[in-house]
């Protein structure tokens, strides 16, 4: 039996990011101002992020080098293991080989750090005192409260008001490292009264609660907006995690047919898989990359390339992008962080070009999967990363079923220990499947902005 887990030195560690950017046959459309329907420039931008991350979204260099001081920061998780699933292997008797990126370890549970600690340390480099953000299942916004305190910043995060009820625990863990947490909608904003008054029940979106954050960011000077997903340099700091990963494989003298993500805003997704390909569009490496969204969210497998808001009251840039329509209200899944209407336009021009590969499932098969994982691995998921288990399992199947030897990579992007209320749901029976309607899709693509 090959090793079980495999790990990195500190020396072995990342210096610097991967920008697939550099290698992509095609590059996303610019993003348009939302009220001129014009490019934007750096200094439509600069009003709520600092010109380093700027820089960053907008650089086509292949290697960004990661600063000194966030590296340190790094090391207090990072490098993180790499798995061999040799319990799950066993129990689904598959001829496939399992392995899985473990991100839980970080300090809040999940990825997001790696791209949280150095949004706060460019913004901190900058001068800014305070950031804003929204959250939908917590794991960002408890990332970005840590982040902020290690660099000695206020942080406000607006929560999306079904995860603020159904996750209160992560409210709790934000709130202990100083963050003020509101549930969004809000009547704390204009964009969030406005919201209320059209639906005082409203359950809130990532839509929603990013309008609320943006539109309190660009009322101060001395506080900045920060986004855990979607944008650009989200997804280069990410890249910390594909990159570990290909030097861990390369020990075990491995290298995968197929990397699994779950994907919601995009960034675990792209943060395992783009530095593989790297491999694929320089080298050939015939590697499929898969990202996998619930079939309540299903923006890249249902959704439309098209240019939308980022945000619900459309006061952030228009991106292009796969989406379902900035007026998407997704129903209250436990994958909370997946909940968000758009997608990564660097994941959405990859899924465009036919380079990486989508597809969708419900609920309850994913927590069918977590359970089948917790029971073999010892690691009880994320629901959102209980998506990504659910295919490396029929990835196995498949393999098992052909009877040919295949190598799976998954991200396991985050713990479930703040998610036990979902897992209650699940094994009560109470847990439901939804698909979201054609007719809801198609009435939501209605409204997306005109552009030419």
Request: some cysteine.
């Given at each position: 039996m090959s090793e079980t887990k495999i790990l990195l030195t500190e020396k072995e560690a990342p210096t610097s990011w991967?920008?697939?950017?550099?290698?992509?046959?095609?590059?996303?459309?610019?993003?348009?101002?939302?009220?001129?329907?014009?490019?934007?420039?750096?200094?439509?931008?600069?009003?709520?992020?600092?010109?380093?991350?700027?820089k960053q979204e907008v650089s086509a260099d292949r290697w960004i080098e990661?600063?000194?001081?966030?590296?340190?920061?790094?090391?207090?998780?990072?490098?993180?293991?790499?798995?061999?699933?040799?319990?799950?292997e066993k129990a689904l008797d598959t001829p496939a080989k399992i392995y899985y990126k473990y991100e839980g370890v970080s300090p809040a549970g999940s990825h997001k750090p790696n791209t949280a600690i150095p949004q706060a340390y460019y913004n901190k480099k900058a001068g800014i005192k305070r950031l804003t953000?929204?959250?939908?299942?917590?794991?960002?916004?408890?990332?970005?409260?840590?982040?902020?305190?290690?660099?000695?910043?206020?942080?406000?995060?607006?929560?999306?008001?079904?995860?603020?009820?159904?996750?209160?625990?992560?409210?709790?863990?934000?709130?202990?490292?100083?963050?003020?947490?509101?549930?969004?909608?809000?009547?704390t904003t204009e964009s969030g009264r406005k919201m209320l008054e059209s639906d005082p029940d409203s359950p809130g979106s990532l839509g929603m609660a990013?309008?609320?954050?943006?539109?309190v960011a660009a009322q101060r000077d001395d506080t900045n907006y920060s986004l855990g997903s979607v944008l650009?340099?989200?997804?280069?700091?990410?890249?910390?995690?594909?990159l570990e990963a290909k030097a861990q494989l390369e020990k075990a003298g491995d290298y995968p047919d197929v990397i699994v993500g779950c994907c919601g805003g995009g960034s675990n997704f792209a943060g395992v898989s783009f530095p593989f390909l790297h491999d694929?569009?320089?080298?050939?490496?015939?590697?499929?990359?898969?990202?996998?969204?619930?079939?309540?969210?299903?923006?890249?497998?249902?959704?439309?390339?098209?240019?939308?808001?980022?945000?619900?009251?459309?006061?952030?840039?228009?991106?292009?992008?796969?989406?379902?329509?900035?007026?998407?209200?997704?129903?209250?899944?436990?994958?909370?962080?997946?909940?968000?209407?758009?997608?990564?336009?660097?994941?959405?021009?990859?899924?465009?070009?036919?380079?990486?590969?989508?597809?969708s499932r419900t609920q309850r098969p994913c927590f069918e999967a977590a359970v089948?994982?917790?029971?073999?691995?010892?690691?009880?998921?994320?629901?959102?990363?209980?998506?990504?288990?659910?295919?490396a399992i029929d990835e196995a199947l498949q393999a098992k079923e052909a009877g040919e030897a295949r190598t799976i990579l998954f991200c396991l992007s985050g713990n479930g220990y703040l998610d036990l209320p979902s897992y209650d749901a699940y094994v009560s029976g109470k847990l439901e499947d939804y698909e979201y309607p054609d007719s809801l899709i198609e009435e939501s693509l209605k409204k997306l902005p005109v552009t030419e």
């Amino acid at each position: 039996m090959s090793e079980t887990k495999i790990l990195l030195t500190e020396k072995e560690a990342p210096t610097s990011w991967y920008n697939v950017m550099a290698d992509m046959p095609n590059l996303p459309k610019p993003p348009l101002h939302p009220a001129t329907k014009k490019p934007i420039g750096p200094e439509d931008l600069a009003a709520i992020f600092p010109m380093d991350l700027i820089k960053q979204e907008v650089s086509a260099d292949r290697w960004i080098e990661i600063p000194e001081e966030v590296q340190e920061i790094y090391k207090l998780w990072r490098p993180s293991p790499l798995y061999r699933a040799h319990r799950l292997e066993k129990a689904l008797d598959t001829p496939a080989k399992i392995y899985y990126k473990y991100e839980g370890v970080s300090p809040a549970g999940s990825h997001k750090p790696n791209t949280a600690i150095p949004q706060a340390y460019y913004n901190k480099k900058a001068g800014i005192k305070r950031l804003t953000t929204e959250t939908g299942a917590g794991q960002w916004g408890s990332a970005l409260s840590i982040a902020c305190k290690f660099f000695e910043m206020d942080c406000l995060v607006y929560m999306v008001k079904v995860s603020y009820h159904q996750k209160p625990y992560r409210r709790v863990f934000m709130q202990t490292y100083g963050a003020n947490v509101i549930p969004s909608p809000s009547d704390t904003t204009e964009s969030g009264r406005k919201m209320l008054e059209s639906d005082p029940d409203s359950p809130g979106s990532l839509g929603m609660a990013i309008s609320e954050a943006v539109e309190v960011a660009a009322q101060r000077d001395d506080t900045n907006y920060s986004l855990g997903s979607v944008l650009n340099h989200v997804m280069l700091h990410q890249s910390v995690i594909g990159l570990e990963a290909k030097a861990q494989l390369e020990k075990a003298g491995d290298y995968p047919d197929v990397i699994v993500g779950c994907c919601g805003g995009g960034s675990n997704f792209a943060g395992v898989s783009f530095p593989f390909l790297h491999d694929k569009l320089t080298k050939g490496a015939k590697v499929r990359a898969v990202a996998v969204e619930p079939a309540a969210c299903p923006t890249l497998t249902r959704g439309k390339f098209a240019y939308d808001f980022g945000d619900t009251a459309g006061i952030v840039p228009i991106l292009n992008m796969y989406t379902l329509g900035h007026d998407f209200m997704p129903p209250g899944i436990h994958a909370g962080g997946l909940r968000y209407h758009g997608e990564s336009p660097l994941v959405s021009q990859l899924y465009h070009d036919g380079i990486i590969e989508a597809v969708s499932r419900t609920q309850r098969p994913c927590f069918e999967a977590a359970v089948i994982f917790a029971q073999t691995e010892g690691i009880l998921a994320a629901p959102e990363s209980s998506h990504a288990i659910r295919v490396a399992i029929d990835e196995a199947l498949q393999a098992k079923e052909a009877g040919e030897a295949r190598t799976i990579l998954f991200c396991l992007s985050g713990n479930g220990y703040l998610d036990l209320p979902s897992y209650d749901a699940y094994v009560s029976g109470k847990l439901e499947d939804y698909e979201y309607p054609d007719s809801l899709i198609e009435e939501s693509l209605k409204k997306l902005p005109v552009t030419e």
